[in-house]
């Protein structure tokens, strides 16, 4: 089965479990730049971002046997939230790794959805080496959050909504981490909207998969600390995203953090609404390209809104 038909099939595990995330005119960005500038709302989704698409739809494809054992992933954030929500729609026992330096109020979060959390290592590597260990050890399925063609056919369903929600779409501007999103939404409108420029925004801090796409090969990125840290990390070997990232993405563009910054506070100001930084990296890249989109009509993901309190001081500080 092709991706593009892998996404038609998980709209129908994602519909009955998942919102209908709005795409919403910004008035203020179309003023601002003259574009007719749309901001699709998966920070509206069901765990506040978009992974709960492809944890769902991952989960939904496993057998009675493998529901039965159980799964497993390593997480801080959203991912692990994603898996926990899903797995405990379907009624299956999840258990999430966390970094020893995880937020308190995203493990708190992971635990209200049921999920076993259990802290592990002082460096995300060491977390999920010792989930897929684990997870081998016990007959339990590891969910990855991006190196799984099912869990990037859950993300792709944001394609299927952008077509129906916004006829003639010129641009969609995504940020770019492990590169399951960007591969999902990509994927589909190459089928159904080709005329729509698929952009990848990544942060100059952490640009892993805007580089290895550059090498056209899975490279070690040197990455420091980012506001957009949902995106942050570099990509595993073998990782099935580079050659969709490289047959899907029209432009990659590179975000500075004080870009991210702007781009987060003038939209908690104007549209009164709290966005996690990844998606303050696709405003700004955006912002950055404006004057090729006037009179063009463009949407941008804001792909979550978990932020935390320390992150949001410093944003606002």
Do not use: W
């Amino acid at each position: 089965m092709s991706l593009y038909d892998s996404i038609l099939s998980a709209e129908q595990a994602v519909r009955k479990h998942l919102r209908l995330t709005p795409a919403e005119h910004s008035l203020f960005l179309s003023k601002k730049t003259g574009a007719e500038v749309y901001l699709k709302l998966e920070n509206y989704q069901v765990t506040g971002s978009f992974k709960a698409r492809g944890a769902i739809n991952k989960l939904s494809y496993l057998n009675n046997e493998e529901k039965a054992r159980g799964v497993i992933t390593a997480s801080s954030g959203n991912h692990g939230l994603g898996v926990a929500s899903g797995a405990k729609k379907l009624g299956i026992h999840s258990t999430v790794y966390v970094p020893e330096y995880a937020e308190r109020s995203k493990v708190q979060a992971i635990e209200l959805e049921g999920a076993e959390v259990k802290s592990i290592g002082d460096d995300c590597v060491i977390t999920e080496s010792a989930a897929r260990e684990d997870a081998e050890q016990f007959g339990k399925v590891y969910i990855s959050p991006y190196n799984d063609l099912d869990v990037i056919a859950g993300q792709g369903t944001i394609g299927i909504e952008l077509v129906q929600q916004l006829e003639q779409l010129d641009a969609v501007f995504v940020s770019l981490g492990g590169g399951g999103l960007i591969s999902g939404i990509g994927a589909y409108l190459k089928e159904a909207s080709p005329q729509t420029k698929v952009i990848a925004c990544s942060p100059s801090q952490s640009p892993a998969m805007h580089e290895c796409m550059k090498a056209k090969k899975i490279i070690d990125v040197a990455c420091s600390p980012t506001l957009s840290d949902a995106t942050a990390g570099g990509v595993e070997e073998g990782a099935v995203t580079l050659n969709l990232c490289c047959s899907y993405i029209n432009q990659s563009i590179l975000i500075e953090e004080t870009e991210i910054k702007e781009a987060m506070l003038s939209t908690i100001n104007q549209h009164h609404m709290l966005i996690e930084g990844a998606a303050g990296v696709a405003i700004a890249a955006f912002l950055k390209e404006q004057e090729n989109y006037k009179g063009k009509r463009v949407a941008i993901l804001i792909c979550g809104g978990n932020i935390g309190v320390d992150k949001l001081r410093e944003v606002i500080s």
